[in-house]
């Protein structure tokens, strides 16, 4: 039943370069205008979209930060009451981690992880388009409900009975478990998408041992993404039924149990913490060598170390329910997991300083907060080691203690590598240089300023300053610290504001980039900055790791794909050997359109049951004009 | 940079069946997420009967009859399902038009069944934690046979368009295919689970 091949002048076979690239040009591109802007389906597009709206969380989580820190500055301050104070950490915590810290690995995923295997565009375009909309939606649906003072005030972790129908009165509750529905829909899909990418989509000759380490990075945490996120949608879908139809998943006296939530919510919630720390390690990992100027030492082992970190992941849960009142033996085994997890994490810590040591260093803004991230990252280890001792754990469990650690984790863990990464790939994204000394600058206020605010919250936390307290008594002995440490918020908040300007600053004025500013060795550094829409005028081939550093003076590329159609190269799983000229969809609004249907539905389902059923004829009349075929190219075979 | 020409492409045919598919990889990624939603969902349905003093709380054990039926069912439509793989292996678009129209059919049987066997749990949702899991359990599994179903009338109906013989439908039937295969291989641990565990 094949037809033919198509007509020769089609394939990029003896072309005249302007004909290849203005012919690829019209295949790929993205008209302008509105209705183009919200049909696009390219993945650099969409991942910047997805980087910017992430960052705009993260200042808006900063915000209420600052707004927490005026109000802990002195004892008995009035700026915020307890109900306010409330919505405040339970937004900042949740804001953080769904609408920050996943959405932003995951989306400077989906715009280099096709760039570094060398592809055209990501797997499943549409389902990514459709991804950033539900992504959207629900932290617009968070803070639109925070601006009516309808927000979540039930933690970032929203336990049982006092998010159930019981304690938790209003839709506050709901509005904060159908967020997670949004977060975690779009968050599926960007993972089933870059699995399938890495799987299928890498260039010819990628082998498994050819894969940057950041690549190797985001498919572990796909797969942690795709393991872990059900049990949070069922978390929270049982806690709306809990909540809207009287199940009594969570109710002790008719069966159920509060504890049950706490287990659903950390199978997820401890792998949540590594899938936002393997992508930053995986980006440390490839961003450390053009800064060493050499191969980063030890590929086999950090790799290894990411797999072996996503295995662990699963199995430390129960450490952060170490004060429930579990059975001593599980205490035990959770222990000794949650400290054998700091073993893949040496194993990257030293292969990074042995990179380091044997290299010729850069100090540029990357290497800077590079070497911030290894500093910070390892006293925020050791705090975890300390932590996950039981009798140590039930001294500073809710204190402020707490607060350092994951702090120092979650910032230095994972925001310094991703400040790195932005420093790193901007000129890639913009086609613009960062300023490098207001780089410096805001390197140094940052550091500066995150140690000198988030260091003496252990001390607090050791002298029993427990955490989500809107304010503390003047007699108490904590009123010095917490006036250092919110001035020291200022210096780490000014950090940020310069980032934020050099970014801003830097997008419209900075100085043009050449296509590998860094002489970096993988392959988004082979194309243009920023790329075309079709990322490569011809897919390159790789013989090594280091594909750009292995030959400096020509780039082997293959020929005899299409120009007419939207053509990409699907090759074998280990091998990466090619198997066929596979389609890449086109643009299209569908998607939009699914992903309104979706959220009315979503947010019309914390109100009725019956949501579920007349919501979903919507959603699925737009999955139907998202799949039917339109006669393109694309959909020849 | 100076591009070298090493490979060529240009023979390489324009879509993969089977494992050179992305979408037959994207598939198998959705059925691991849904796969683990089940396994979590039977691991809340034993956790709670392993807190419980008497299993099932305050009810009798499901009538036996229409939940048996569906297994029964389902088992059954594996045979058809399986075949119209084959045929769209074969890309032999007249019985893959066939066995689709089958498929559907099959589809909808389980559902008119299972119409009777909510009632047949013997509790309500809101009773207790015992019912409020066996009905979630049971409901999910629902939403998959209704969403497959789904899939299975429309690609069914794109068989009979002038994009059905093209190879790449074949692949989505396979595909589709598939995902039946795994709705049925999940409702045999809830099975056990909703009607076995509650008579231990």
Same mark, same amino acid.
């Given at each position: 039943m094949n037809r033919p091949v198509a007509a020769p002048d089609t394939r990029d076979i003896e072309i005249e370069r302007k004909r290849l690239t203005?012919?690829?040009?019209?295949?790929?591109?993205?008209?302008?205008? !509105?209705?183009?802007?919200?049909?696009?389906?390219?993945?650099?597009?969409?991942?910047?979209?997805?980087?910017?709206?992430?960052?705009?969380?993260?200042?808006?989580?900063?915000?209420?930060?600052?707004?927490?820190?005026?109000q802990l500055a002195q004892p008995e301050a009035r700026l915020l009451g307890p109900d306010r104070y409330n919505q405040i950490f339970t937004m900042h915590g949740a804001n953080m981690m769904f609408l920050f810290a996943v959405p932003v690995m995951e989306a400077v995923a989906v715009y280099l992880v096709p760039l570094m295997v060398g592809t055209r565009n990501i797997a499943f375009p549409r389902l990514n388009a459709f991804s950033y909309w539900i992504y959207l939606a629900g932290g617009t649906l968070l803070w639109t409900a925070f601006a009516l003072d309808m927000g979540p005030d039930v933690g970032w972790f929203a336990y049982v009975p006092l998010s159930g129908p019981q304690y938790g009165a209003g839709?506050?509750?709901?509005?904060? $478990?159908?967020?997670?529905?949004?977060?975690?829909?779009?968050?599926?899909?960007?993972?089933?998408?870059?699995?399938?990418?890495?799987?299928?989509?890498?260039?010819?000759?990628?082998?498994?041992?050819?894969?940057?380490?950041?690549?190797?990075?985001?498919?572990?945490?796909?797969?942690?993404? !795709?393991?872990?996120?059900?049990?949070?949608?069922?978390?929270?879908?049982?806690?709306?039924?809990?909540?809207?139809?009287?199940?009594?998943?969570?109710?002790?006296?008719?069966?159920?149990d509060v504890l049950l939530w706490q287990h659903l919510f950390w199978f997820f919630g401890h792998p949540e913490v590594y899938i936002i720390f393997l992508p930053a390690a995986g980006m440390v990992s490839t961003m450390i060598e053009p800064f060493a100027r050499r191969p980063a030492f030890g590929y086999l082992g950090l790799v290894m170390a990411l797999i072996a970190t996503g295995i662990l992941a699963f199995g430390l849960w129960v450490h952060h329910m170490f004060v429930a009142g579990l059975p001593r033996l599980g205490d035990s085994f959770f222990t000794a997991s949650s400290m054998a997890i700091a073993i893949p994490a040496g194993i990257q810590v030293f292969c990074w300083l042995a990179t380091l040591w044997d290299g010729r260093l850069v100090f540029k803004t990357p290497l800077l907060f590079i070497i911030g991230f290894i500093v910070t990252f390892v006293i925020g280890g050791l705090t975890g080691v300390m932590v996950a001792s039981v009798p140590f754990d039930t001294q500073v469990h809710d204190t402020y203690f707490v607060v350092a650690h994951f702090h120092y984790v979650l910032i230095g863990g994972a925001v310094f590598p991703l400040l790195a990464a932005i420093h790193y790939w901007f000129p890639k994204l913009t086609g613009r240089m960062l300023n490098e000394a207001l780089g410096q600058w805001s390197f140094w206020l940052i550091f500066v300023g995150f140690n000198a605010t988030f260091f003496p919250m252990h001390i607090l936390?050791?002298?029993?300053?427990?955490?989500? @307290?809107?304010?503390?008594?003047?007699?108490?002995? %904590?009123?010095?610290?917490?006036?250092?440490?919110?001035?020291?918020? @200022? !210096?780490? !908040?000014?950090?940020?504001?310069?980032?934020?300007?050099?970014?801003?600053?830097?997008?419209? @004025?900075?100085?043009?980039?050449?296509?590998?500013?860094?002489?970096?060795?993988?392959?988004?550094? $082979?194309?243009?900055?920023?790329?075309?829409?079709?990322?490569?005028?011809?897919?390159?081939?790789?013989?090594?790791?280091?594909?750009? %550093?292995?030959?400096?003076?020509?780039?082997?590329?293959?020929?005899?794909?299409?120009?007419?159609?939207?053509?990409?190269?699907?090759?074998?799983?280990?091998?990466?050997?090619?198997?066929?000229?596979?389609?890449?969809?086109?643009?299209?609004?569908?998607?939009? %359109?699914?992903?309104?249907?979706?959220?009315?539905?979503?947010?019309?389902?914390?109100?009725?049951? %019956?949501?579920?059923?007349w919501g979903s004829v919507p959603v699925a009349v737009a999955l139907m004009g998202w799949f039917w075929p339109k006669g393109t190219p694309e959909d020849e075979s | 940079m100076r591009e070298k020409i090493v490979l060529d492409l240009g023979k390489l045919p324009l879509y993969g069946m089977g494992t050179a598919s992305v979408t037959w990889w994207g598939t198998l990624a959705f059925m691991l997420i849904e796969g683990t939603g089940f396994a979590l969902a039977i691991a809340v349905y034993l956790y709670l009967?392993?807190?419980?003093?008497?299993?099932?709380?305050?009810?009798?054990?499901?009538?036996?009859?229409?939940?048996?039926?569906?297994?029964? +069912?389902?088992?059954?439509?594996?045979?058809?399902? +399986?075949?119209?793989?084959?045929?769209?292996?074969?890309?032999?678009?007249?019985?893959?038009?066939?066995?689709?129209?089958?498929?559907?059919?099959? *589809?909808?049987?389980?559902?008119?069944?299972?119409?009777?066997?909510?009632?047949?749990?013997?509790?309500?949702?809101?009773?207790?934690?015992? *019912?409020?899991?066996?009905?979630?359990?049971? *409901?999910?599994?629902?939403?998959?046979?209704?969403?497959?179903?789904?899939?299975?009338l429309v690609l069914a109906a794109l068989m009979f368009t002038r994009h059905g013989g093209n190879p790449r439908r074949f692949g989505d039937v396979q595909d589709n295919v598939m995902y039946w295969n795994f709705v049925v291989a999940t409702w045999l641990p809830i099975y056990g689970c909703i009607y076995w565990l509650a008579r231990l």
């Amino acid at each position: 039943m094949n037809r033919p091949v198509a007509a020769p002048d089609t394939r990029d076979i003896e072309i005249e370069r302007k004909r290849l690239t203005d012919a690829l040009a019209e295949t790929w591109k993205t008209p302008s205008g !509105i209705w183009g802007a919200l049909a696009t389906v390219d993945h650099k597009i969409i991942g910047r979209r997805y980087i910017v709206t992430a960052f705009v969380f993260l200042g808006l989580g900063g915000v209420l930060a600052a707004l927490m820190r005026i109000q802990l500055a002195q004892p008995e301050a009035r700026l915020l009451g307890p109900d306010r104070y409330n919505q405040i950490f339970t937004m900042h915590g949740a804001n953080m981690m769904f609408l920050f810290a996943v959405p932003v690995m995951e989306a400077v995923a989906v715009y280099l992880v096709p760039l570094m295997v060398g592809t055209r565009n990501i797997a499943f375009p549409r389902l990514n388009a459709f991804s950033y909309w539900i992504y959207l939606a629900g932290g617009t649906l968070l803070w639109t409900a925070f601006a009516l003072d309808m927000g979540p005030d039930v933690g970032w972790f929203a336990y049982v009975p006092l998010s159930g129908p019981q304690y938790g009165a209003g839709k506050r509750a709901d509005i904060w $478990a159908q967020m997670i529905t949004f977060t975690e829909i779009s968050a599926l899909a960007v993972a089933v998408e870059l699995v399938v990418t890495i799987f299928k989509q890498r260039t010819p000759g990628m082998t498994l041992d050819r894969i940057p380490v950041f690549v190797w990075a985001m498919l572990v945490t796909s797969f942690l993404v !795709i393991m872990a996120m059900p049990a949070i949608v069922l978390a929270s879908t049982s806690l709306i039924l809990d909540r809207l139809v009287g199940t009594h998943f969570f109710n002790p006296a008719e069966g159920g149990d509060v504890l049950l939530w706490q287990h659903l919510f950390w199978f997820f919630g401890h792998p949540e913490v590594y899938i936002i720390f393997l992508p930053a390690a995986g980006m440390v990992s490839t961003m450390i060598e053009p800064f060493a100027r050499r191969p980063a030492f030890g590929y086999l082992g950090l790799v290894m170390a990411l797999i072996a970190t996503g295995i662990l992941a699963f199995g430390l849960w129960v450490h952060h329910m170490f004060v429930a009142g579990l059975p001593r033996l599980g205490d035990s085994f959770f222990t000794a997991s949650s400290m054998a997890i700091a073993i893949p994490a040496g194993i990257q810590v030293f292969c990074w300083l042995a990179t380091l040591w044997d290299g010729r260093l850069v100090f540029k803004t990357p290497l800077l907060f590079i070497i911030g991230f290894i500093v910070t990252f390892v006293i925020g280890g050791l705090t975890g080691v300390m932590v996950a001792s039981v009798p140590f754990d039930t001294q500073v469990h809710d204190t402020y203690f707490v607060v350092a650690h994951f702090h120092y984790v979650l910032i230095g863990g994972a925001v310094f590598p991703l400040l790195a990464a932005i420093h790193y790939w901007f000129p890639k994204l913009t086609g613009r240089m960062l300023n490098e000394a207001l780089g410096q600058w805001s390197f140094w206020l940052i550091f500066v300023g995150f140690n000198a605010t988030f260091f003496p919250m252990h001390i607090l936390g050791l002298e029993g300053m427990p955490r989500r @307290v809107y304010t503390y008594q003047p007699d108490l002995p %904590w009123h010095g610290l917490n006036l250092f440490i919110s001035l020291s918020a @200022v !210096i780490l !908040i000014a950090g940020f504001l310069l980032f934020f300007i050099n970014a801003f600053r830097s997008a419209r @004025v900075g100085e043009v980039a050449r296509d590998n500013p860094w002489d970096a060795p993988t392959l988004e550094w $082979a194309t243009t900055s920023p790329p075309p829409s079709y990322n490569f005028p011809m897919i390159p081939v790789v013989g090594s790791l280091h594909p750009l %550093w292995d030959d400096r003076d020509s780039l082997a590329v293959a020929n005899g794909l299409r120009t007419d159609r939207r053509e990409l190269v699907v090759t074998t799983l280990a091998a990466a050997e090619p198997q066929a000229r596979e389609a890449s969809p086109r643009n299209s609004i569908w998607p939009l %359109w699914a992903a309104i249907a979706t959220t009315i539905m979503l947010i019309w389902s914390m109100f009725s049951p %019956w949501a579920v059923v007349w919501g979903s004829v919507p959603v699925a009349v737009a999955l139907m004009g998202w799949f039917w075929p339109k006669g393109t190219p694309e959909d020849e075979s | 940079m100076r591009e070298k020409i090493v490979l060529d492409l240009g023979k390489l045919p324009l879509y993969g069946m089977g494992t050179a598919s992305v979408t037959w990889w994207g598939t198998l990624a959705f059925m691991l997420i849904e796969g683990t939603g089940f396994a979590l969902a039977i691991a809340v349905y034993l956790y709670l009967m392993n807190l419980a003093t008497a299993w099932p709380i305050n009810a009798p054990p499901p009538d036996l009859l229409p939940g048996t039926l569906v297994t029964l +069912v389902l088992l059954a439509s594996l045979v058809p399902n +399986v075949l119209v793989s084959r045929w769209a292996e074969q890309q032999n678009l007249r019985m893959v038009r066939l066995g689709m129209v089958i498929m559907s059919m099959v *589809g909808i049987a389980p559902l008119i069944v299972r119409i009777f066997e909510f009632p047949a749990l013997k509790v309500s949702w809101d009773s207790n934690a015992y *019912g409020s899991v066996v009905w979630t359990l049971l *409901g999910l599994h629902t939403t998959h046979i209704i969403t497959d179903l789904v899939d299975t009338l429309v690609l069914a109906a794109l068989m009979f368009t002038r994009h059905g013989g093209n190879p790449r439908r074949f692949g989505d039937v396979q595909d589709n295919v598939m995902y039946w295969n795994f709705v049925v291989a999940t409702w045999l641990p809830i099975y056990g689970c909703i009607y076995w565990l509650a008579r231990l």
